[in-house]
Structures are given as C-alpha cells and as structure tokens.
C-alpha cells in the first residue's frame, strides 16, 4: 500500500509499505529516502505520535493515508513522561460517628424501689425540655443554643458580644 509523508520545507514522500511493518522500518525508509536520521524523526498520524514498535495497522493507517514527520528539537525533554507523585503519608481516615445503643440510659435512671425516673443530666433552660447539657469537668453546655454554666456561676456565651 501506498503512504504519504509531508516533510516540513520539503516535498511529500510516497513510500510503499504494509500494514504489518512497524513504525522503525517506516523511519529506515524515510532515513533512506530523505536523508533525516532515525532519531531525529517524529511521525505523526491524525492526533497520534507514532510509537517505534507498533505496527502500522495499529493506529489504523490505510492506504493512501497521509503521515507528518516532525523533527526532534535539540535540548528538549524527550520522551519523558511526568512522574507521578508517590505520598509518604497514609491516607487521613474520615470520623465515623458509631451509634451506641440504648443510649437513652444515659439521660435517664429509673429507682428500683418506686419506680420513679429521674433525670442524669441537666436540661437547657433557654431551649427547653427534651434538650440535655453536655458535662464538662467545669461546665455545663448546650450544644443547640451554646449556653455555657459554670459549676460557680452563670454565663452566656450567646450575649458576649452584647458589650
């Protein structure tokens, strides 16, 4: 089959070739032909630069195709390709909240001997009942509306900006 090469500043090259031959035997022919070392040639087919060992039918490259060759630029980075960047540290694991069962024993105690229920923690007097305060080893806080009291006195941390 029949394939053209558009050289740059120079004609096009009709070279006969078949499917089965490899890109380095395409670059023996140009490098024949044209004069242009193996090395310094780069071939390029629709969007694809072509690979040294991959066969012609590979990139799918019919008869009467048209190639590009490029020339190599001296100094330029070659064929090197980016490294990847390989991390030394493990992977940050994300907080998973584990739910705890019958956690309502916690907020709440039932005496053997009356029956009767009292409450363990201490309820929010702005938000109202049904809402506990954390216990802090100097504090009480709620989590909803932020009030914080003190073991010694009160204060809320909601009015501090008030001044």
């Known amino acids: 089959m029949q394939v053209f090469v558009k050289i740059p500043a120079e004609k096009t090259l009709v070279l006969d070739v078949s499917p089965a031959n490899t890109v380095t035997d395409m670059k023996i022919n140009i490098q024949n032909k044209a004069k242009i070392p193996k090395d310094q040639q780069r071939l390029i087919f629709t969007v694809n630069q072509l690979e040294d060992d991959q066969t012609l039918a590979f990139y799918n490259i019919r008869h009467e195709s048209t190639l590009y060759l490029l020339l190599r630029l001296p100094g330029g980075g ?46 929010c007097s702005e938000c109202g009942p049904g809402i506990f305060m954390a216990n802090h080893s100097d504090r009480y806080c709620c989590g909803k509306c932020g009030l914080t009291i003190l073991f010694n006195q009160t204060v809320d941390s909601s009015s501090d900006n008030d001044v």
Do not use: I, Q, S, W
């Open 78 to 123: 070659g064929n090197k390709k980016k490294k990847r960047k390989v991390f030394t540290t493990p992977k940050k694991e994300k907080h998973e909240k584990e739910k705890e069962k019958l956690a309502v024993l916690k907020y709440y105690k039932v005496d053997d001997e009356d029956g009767k229920v009292e409450r363990l923690r201490k309820e």
